[in-house]
């Protein structure tokens, strides 16, 4: 195993169906895989990593990610959640050498922590309004 790559669920590796736009994300019939997200999971795989997803979900919706990884055929290895907490504490423990979110501040912590980064900005997210300021983005 060359190491662990996590990766963040909602609006990173699932993202809503265009027709969908607008609707609650928690919908699972709506969501369906960020495709560039998705080859980069299966090109990593077979380069040796193990993947993680770490989620900022409450347990009680761990369950959909899970479904929505079988649905889609994902090689994941274990879904961590942190229930809106900043994830760098999980990312830490589990040794994740390079994480993919797209949420700032998720981002920019883990960052300064030691833990390489990739942010998943398409402009849809007014969170990420600083985003120009980061020069790992994965589009």
């Not at 959640?81 to 990312?91: D, E, M, Q, R, V």
Request: aromatic residues 6%.
């Amino acid at each position: 195993m060359k190491g662990v790559i996590t990766i963040d669920f909602d609006d990173t590796l699932a993202c809503l169906s265009d027709e969908k736009q607008g609707l609650l994300w928690c919908v699972m019939d709506v969501l369906k895989p960020n495709q560039k997200i998705l080859d980069f999971v299966h090109e990593k795989v077979k380069e040796g990593y193990v993947i993680d997803i770490v989620t900022a979900r409450d347990s009680w919706a761990i369950q959909e990610v899970r479904d929505f990884i079988e649905q889609h055929n994902v090689p994941i290895r274990k879904v961590h959640h942190t229930a809106g907490a900043i994830k760098t504490p999980i990312l830490k423990q589990i040794g994740s050498v390079l994480h993919i979110d797209d949420a700032l501040h998720h981002v920019i912590d883990a960052e300064i922590n030691g833990i390489e980064c990739l942010l998943v900005d398409d402009g849809r997210h007014k969170n990420n309004c600083t985003a120009e300021q980061f020069n790992k983005i994965f589009i």
